[in-house]
Every structure is written in structure tokens, then in C-alpha cells.
């Protein structure tokens, strides 16, 4: 589950090449009013600072030479990839991946490694004590669509890995292991905590986030104490989106028609076809994709809880496994439909809940009354609104107490460290985010994703452009990634995990 998109005023994207850092005080000549700057995000002149100390440090200039390394021959970095592919990992089903990362995250050098009830893998790289935790996360599950009995093999070719959650979110578990090499390389001593954490079943409502935070919040992980929780997901190097996801709802929609299947006055059973479940379901489901779903683009994370985007939907319904009966000879008496529902708020969430009851009522009501072609028989109808799973945190109702999306200072450091590193206006937004995000709000945690559509090509040579193809076939076994999409992510949280988590004798002010 990916999104890249901005609510408040962000950067244009342009295609020019850039060989150095660029100084803020060009934001003219980029063609960005102070005005729209100073709308991103807020001041973090202080943060760039702390974090430009930390880029002259030794051991984080070493680091950062090892990621160069890593651009110019990945041929490791390729190979991590692949060993992730390759082992199986649809969403709640993902003990082989968990295995392949934790052995991954034991090969380069942790010791404090663990796979959790629900298949997260937690890795900690302990600091001197001193500082706050910062937890990079990712998380490593696919879209169930294909048989575990039939393994897809993941192949590299021309600067693309080819794999079923190749580029969502396998690059973000890549990035997180060349991360942790380049620290291990560097020998850099930080005074927190860093984690590496690789999250289970975000495809499938983000279980594994919640499990997490649950288990961590607060005796572990306190954001209030300073502890920092940022995701990867290949694109970054310009700032911080810190909202949670849209809610989302699993809910079903059950139709019940029991009658008498005998003829009167006959033995055995009517084989003619009557009016049942199904009828009445697909009357319903007319209705419910006319007059409930949203025509416009599906861009609930381009959406933050009071703005809008012109033209943009403003909630998500999907209509998805219709459940008839179990056998093919007779008419069915129950039939259901799973709905997957998205909308930013709960009072927008209750009215789709209310649209869809009222329909299914009014489709029950026509059963009843008038009855269905062939035969316009009216038998008894009755239905059942199921919400099965849900999942996020509605960020104006029920907002995390004492949290502010924009002014606090995990944003401000990850927003300082795309500029330390790249010179465009740093930017904060409180859109909508990452997947898991979602239900690490719910837990309690304020989860931020890195963003930006930066592509580093090495040596000082970048652009703040993310190539159309970069990420191809999503959710499907044709998805595939350049590799080239990786580096600015890698780069923007190594600066961001060490200056935030601090390192011995480096102010922090």
C-alpha cells in the first residue's frame, strides 16, 4: 500500500539534474515562494543545525560513503532483494520472510533479534542510553493473490527487481538492511536506540502494526519521551508525512430469504427459478455502486482530515467476494458480499454504514411487496450488516492527546535531514500516510512515513523526480522496481536515525 502524494503546498517537480546540495536561500530562483515554503512545514532551522553537525561527523561521513559504494556496485543490495522475494510471504501468512529477515538482521551484526506473535520481525541496535529510540520500519508482507504451492521466483534485469511485492514494500526492508550495513560498516556509536522493525499484514488492514504498538506503548516506545517511528517505503528525501492512513472498514452485507422450496399439494421439492438471496444481494449491490461508491480517482491519502483535492473522492467503497449458496442445484436462502470502506473521519464512515443499511432494507422492502421476476413470489427477506475488522484513528475525532502532526520534533529532524542532504524546502505534511501508520495511531503511537520523490544517482548527481516506471505492476506477480528508487530512502534515514538518536559528543542543540 503506497502513497506519495501532498496536502499542503510542496515543491513543483522538476526534472533537472543537481549535482550539489542547493541553498534555501535559492528558493526563488527554484521558482517556490517564502510563502509556499513556509506553508510545508515549519521553521527547522535549528534541527538543519544539529543535523549538518552530524553530516561533518567521521563516522556518519563514512556511512554515507558506504551507501555511495552501494550505488555505483549493488550488486548486495540486489541480492537482499531477492532473498526477501523469494521467501514466501503473503499477508498473515509470512513465517518464511519473518525467517529470512531475522537471519538477515543476525548475518549483519544484531544479536537482540525477534519474530513476533504476528510475524513482525524487531531488531535493536542499541545506543549509549542517552538519547531517544528511533524505530525505522517497514513492512514485508504481499498481497495474497497466488498460491504459496506455486512460488514466484524473483529475477533481476536491467536495474529492475522483479518480484510479487517487489516494490511494496520489499524495497522498504531492503533499505532498512543497507541502513544497518552502512552503520555496522561506519562503527557508528549512536546514543539511542535504533530499531528496525518489518511489519506483518499491512496489506490486509495492518494487524502487525497494532500488534507492535500494543506491545510497546508505552513501557518500551513513548513518543511523549521523544521515541521516533518512521516508515520506508522507497520513496523519499524531501520530508515527513505524519498522518495515519484513512480508516478502513472490512464489513459484510448479508441477505437471508428462507422459505418453503415444496409445491403445494405435491411431493418433492420446486426446481423452478425462484426469487431468492442472490436477487435480492444484487439489487442491493446496483445500488450501492451507483449511489455509495465515489466515481472520482481514489485518493483517500491525498486527503487530510479538513482539505480537499479537487476532483478527488472523498471516500473509497469496494465491492468484493460475493458469497452465494454452496451448492449448485437449488436456490440459495443466504447470500453476502464483503465491502472494503474507506473515509477520512467516523461521521463519514457512519453514512456509508447508514446508506448501505437503507439500501439493503429498501431491496428487502421491494422483495417483500412486489416481488421479482419470473414468478414475482414474495417470501420473507431479512438482512445483516457485519463490520468485521476496522482499522485507524480518526484524526479529528479522536486525535493521539497532546500531538501535533506538524510542530513536533521527529518531523522537524526527518524534514531537516532531506534538506542537510538534498537543499530543497523541507516539508512536513499531515496528509494521510503510510498503511501501518494507520494502526500505529491506533495503538497510540504517531507513525510518520518518509517522503519524496527524489532519485539519487550518486556522487552529488540527483533529481527531485521519481520516474513513472519506477514502480510497475503493483499488487500483482508482475510488479517490479528499479533499483535506482532505493537510494535517496536509504540516505534520508541514515541521517535522520543518527542525528535524531544523537551520537556521543555531538550537541543536540
Request: net charge neutral.
Amino acid at each position: 500500500m503506497r502513497s506519495n502524494a501532498w496536502v499542503v503546498a510542496a515543491p513543483s517537480r522538476r526534472k533537472s539534474k543537481s549535482w550539489a546540495r542547493i541553498p534555501l536561500l535559492l528558493l526563488a530562483a527554484l521558482g517556490i515562494s517564502a510563502q509556499a515554503a513556509a506553508q510545508s512545514a515549519p521553521d527547522v532551522s535549528k534541527e538543519l543545525t544539529v543535523v549538518k553537525r552530524h553530516m561533518d561527523t567521521p563516522q556518519l561521513k563514512s556511512a554515507l560513503a558506504f551507501i555511495e559504494d552501494q550505488i555505483a556496485n549493488p550488486a548486495d543490495v540486489v541480492q537482499d532483494w531477492l532473498g526477501v522475494c523469494n521467501a514466501l510471504g503473503p499477508s498473515h501468512d509470512e513465517i518464511f520472510r519473518a525467517r529470512q529477515i531475522y537471519k538477515m538482521f543476525r548475518i549483519y551484526g544484531l544479536e537482540d533479534v525477534y519474530i513476533d506473535d504476528l510475524y513482525n520481525v524487531v531488531a535493536v541496535r542499541r545506543g549509549t542510553g542517552k538519547g531517544p529510540t528511533v524505530v525505522l520500519n517497514a513492512h514485508h508482507d504481499n498481497v495474497p493473490i497466488w498460491p504459496k504451492e506455486q512460488p514466484v521466483n524473483a529475477f533481476e534485469r536491467n536495474g529492475r527487481i522483479y518480484c510479487p511485492a517487489g516494490g511494496d514494500d520489499i524495497p522498504g526492508v531492503v533499505q532498512l538492511f543497507t541502513v544497518l550495513r552502512s552503520m555496522q560498516q561506519a562503527k557508528l556509536q549512536t546514543e539511542g536506540d535504533v530499531w528496525f522493525v518489518t511489519f506483518s499484514g499491512e496489506e490486509t488492514g495492518s494487524p502487525g502494526a497494532l500488534h507492535f504498538a500494543r506491545a510497546h506503548y508505552p513501557h518500551n516506545l513513548d513518543w511523549k519521551k521523544g521515541d521516533a517511528f518512521v516508515q520506508l517505503h522507497g520513496g523519499a528525501g524531501e520530508g515527513a508525512t505524519t498522518g495515519s492512513g484513512p480508516i478502513v472498514t472490512r464489513a459484510t452485507l448479508r441477505i437471508f430469504t428462507p422459505f418453503e422450496r415444496r409445491v403445494e399439494d405435491s411431493p418433492g421439492a420446486d426446481r423452478r427459478w425462484r426469487p431468492h438471496a442472490v436477487d435480492v444481494l444484487a439489487r442491493a449491490l446496483v445500488r450501492i455502486r451507483t449511489e455509495v461508491s465515489d466515481p472520482r480517482p481514489d485518493c483517500l491519502r491525498c486527503v487530510g482530515p479538513k482539505e480537499g483535492v479537487a476532483g478527488r473522492a472523498e471516500h473509497y467503497v469496494n465491492i468484493s467476494m460475493i458469497e452465494g449458496s454452496p451448492v449448485v442445484n437449488r436456490p440459495t436462502s443466504e447470500a453476502a458480499v464483503r465491502i472494503d470502506l474507506r473515509a477520512a473521519t467516523w461521521p463519514a464512515m457512519r453514512k456509508l454504514y447508514d446508506q448501505i443499511k437503507k439500501i439493503a432494507d429498501d431491496s428487502c422492502t421491494e422483495y417483500k411487496t412486489k416481488g421479482f421476476a419470473p414468478l414475482f413470489i414474495k417470501d420473507r427477506c431479512d438482512y445483516l450488516f457485519d463490520v468485521n475488522e476496522v482499522y485507524g484513528r480518526d484524526p479529528v475525532n479522536d486525535k493521539i492527546p497532546g500531538w501535533d502532526p506538524i510542530n513536533n520534533p521527529q518531523a522537524k529532524f526527518v524534514a531537516a535531514a532531506a534538506t542537510a542532504l538534498y537543499g530543497f524546502p523541507p516539508v512536513i505534511n499531515s496528509g494521510q500516510g503510510c498503511g501501518d501508520c494507520t494502526n500505529l495511531y491506533q495503538g497510540g503511537l504517531p507513525g510518520m512515513s518518509f517522503r519524496g520523490e527524489v532519485t539519487d544517482y550518486g556522487k552529488g548527481h540527483f533529481v527531485q523526480d521519481t520516474p513513472d516506471d519506477a514502480r510497475q505492476g503493483g499488487h500483482d506477480v508482475t510488479e517490479s522496481m528499479s533499483v535506482l528508487a532505493l537510494w535517496a530512502g536509504i540516505k534520508h534515514a541514515l541521517v535522520f536515525a543518527v542525528s535524531y538518536a544523537g551520537q556521543p559528543g555531538v550537541p543536540r542543540n
